[in-house]
């Protein structure tokens, strides 16, 4: 139990002009960077990090945790307004978040997002202050064999994400693992269809694929229909309160926001998953258990709660192995790692003891950041609703350079932007003909890990498929993607069959 000296002292360290000014300063810049569709939280951190030389301690990891928790957030805006994701982790529910913009309820899209992000992000961080220690104990439990089922269990999520579909689904699916396939072989580390390219040995960069898929597909339907007998749809002007009808939407789905808040931290708290997964899963998860899983992909505020929750509270999540075991959760806390040894802080269960007034002064600077967030997100919000009166054919290309610099800056080369137009064509195309893109953005984000768990695993069993089923928590979600693959094959093919005899009893 945390003595009052240890929170006396901590919040004499949080709670100074200087670090309150840094909580500000920092979070409006995580807001404008989340915003921009390709410039993601980790980039907003890392942006961050030569100004942190000339800081103290605790300002300096001040200025990072406000940043990557805003930048989580902000990527939702411009996914609600233009159906581009500002952040990876926005990407899951970014269909329901426009499709309710379309239909005049922008505020309550945001809205939702603003406050569902805030209530994740605490739920996030009290589970870091008051379960740290036992939940990082048991996220280093995780080998190779449950990464793989839970990767397996993540790419399942593309069946109930498009489940209109599956079929087309599926195509996507193995298109963004064929993807994923490019750059160097995991285990013997040969180049693998790189066409002589060293650009592609790293493989498909993810956020120029991103904006591709979502934003380069946009600008040339935009285009082509800018002056066309059939314009694009927009999103309305919309007025009034941003909070109108959130509070009904809060009371509707509380179970929803602590389930996903739940499963978000859990996941933020694996190492090498992260608020991307967090979302995706939670979304699928959210899903299957609706009472009106049609709607989803069509603008349903469960969705966005669901979602929204997961990805703010991965971010507390994702600091429970970094400041226990010095262990990054994410690529932002690889960054702050390496900022805490900078300033001569070393992660560990060490700090715990002998600087525990550190550790509980960056706790409260998450709260206050965490809460910061309902007041600097309503003021970008109102800025970016400016956007909606900006005409299409000036809007068009302001979008496409923001696209092209975020791609460009990701690779310090033309390669991102190379890359980006052509997975922007071939989404355009695939999308035109009915097939969804999300599931791409699944197997890029997940092929890698399942490719790479799965190699390490047949090497650990010797070859044997029964390894997988060895421990016990790799067997439960072992179990859990089998029993899920079953069950979905054997409603596809009870429907098959029910639409079979409905038409022969039609034909008699």
């Known amino acids: ?18 670090v309150l000014l840094v909580v500000l300063c920092a979070g409006a810049f995580g807001m404008f960077v989340g915003a921009m569709p390709g410039l993601t939280a980790t980039m907003a951190t890392a942006l961050l990090v030569p100004v942190t030389f000339f800081m103290e301690p605790i300002p300096a990891v001040a200025a990072i945790v406000t940043a990557s928790g805003m930048a989580i957030f902000a990527g939702d805006i411009p996914g609600a307004l233009l159906r581009m994701p500002g952040t990876p982790a926005s990407a899951a529910y970014v269909e329901d978040s ?3 913009a379309l239909e005049g309820k922008l505020n309550l899209s945001l809205g939702t997002s603003l406050i569902v992000s805030c209530l994740g992000g605490l739920f996030g961080v009290a589970v870091l202050i008051l379960a740290a220690p036992l939940l990082a104990e048991f996220a280093l439990k995780f080998t190779s064999f449950e990464y793989f089922w839970l990767a397996a269990l993540g790419l399942s999520c593309a069946i109930f994400i498009a489940s209109d579909n599956p079929l087309k ?34 493989g498909i960069e993810f956020v120029p694929a991103m904006i591709g898929l979502f934003a380069m597909a946009e600008i040339l339907r935009g285009a082509i229909r800018l002056k066309g007998a059939s314009p694009l749809p927009q999103v309305p002007s919309t007025g009034g ?19 996903s808040s739940t499963l978000g931290t859990f996941i933020g708290a694996l190492p090498g998953a992260g608020a991307d997964i967090a979302a995706w899963i939670s979304y699928a998860v959210s899903k299957r258990f609706s009472r009106s899983p049609e709607r989803y992909g069509k603008g349903h505020p469960e969705a966005l709660v669901d979602a929204s929750a997961a990805n703010n509270a991965a971010v507390g999540g994702s ?7 010095g262990i990054p959760g994410d690529s932002v806390t690889a960054i702050v790692i390496g900022v805490l040894y900078m300033k001569g802080i070393n992660p560990g269960p060490m700090v715990f003891l002998q600087t525990p007034q550190v550790i509980y002064a960056v706790f409260m600077i998450f709260v206050i950041a965490v809460i910061l967030m309902v007041p600097l997100g309503w003021v970008t919000i109102k ?38 137009l052509a997975i922007g064509l071939l989404g355009w195309v695939l999308e035109d003909n009915g097939f969804p893109v999300a599931p791409i953005i699944l ?17 650990k069993s010797g070859g044997a498929f ?32 029910a639409r079979r005899k409905a038409r022969a009893e039609a034909a008699q």
């Not at 600091?319 to 075991?325: E, K, N, S």
């Not at 005409?391 to 696209?403: N, V, Y």
């Not at 197997?443 to 090497?459: A, C, D, H, N």
Request: contains cysteine; glycine residues 10%; proline residues 5%.
């Open 1 to 18: 139990m945390v003595s009052f000296d240890v929170l006396a002292q901590a919040a004499a360290l949080a709670f100074t002009w200087e």
């Open 98 to 100: 426009h499709r309710l």
């Open 169 to 202: 689904a599926g195509v996507s699916l193995l298109i963004g693992l064929s993807l994923a396939t490019i750059g160097l072989d995991p285990a013997s580390g040969t180049p693998r269809f790189t066409f002589g390219s060293t650009d592609l040995l790293a």
């Open 241 to 259: 309160r941003l909070f109108a009808g959130v509070g009904g939407i809060i009371k509707r789905y509380p179970l929803n926001i602590l389930r």
């Open 319 to 325: 600091w429970i192995p970094a400041l226990v075991f």
């Open 383 to 420: 800025a970016a609703r400016g956007l909606l009166s900006v005409p299409r054919r000036i809007l068009l290309p302001l979008i496409l350079t923001f696209c092209i610099v975020g791609s460009f800056a990701l690779t310090n080369s033309p390669y991102g932007i190379i890359l980006m």
């Open 443 to 459: 197997g890029l984000v997940l092929g890698g890990m399942l490719e790479r768990t799965f190699l390490t695993s047949m090497i």
């Open 466 to 497: 029964m390894g997988f089923f060895d421990r016990p928590v790799a067997a439960v979600l072992g179990c859990m993607v089998l029993l899920l693959w079953s069950g979905v094959l054997a409603s596809s093919a009870w429907k098959a069959w």
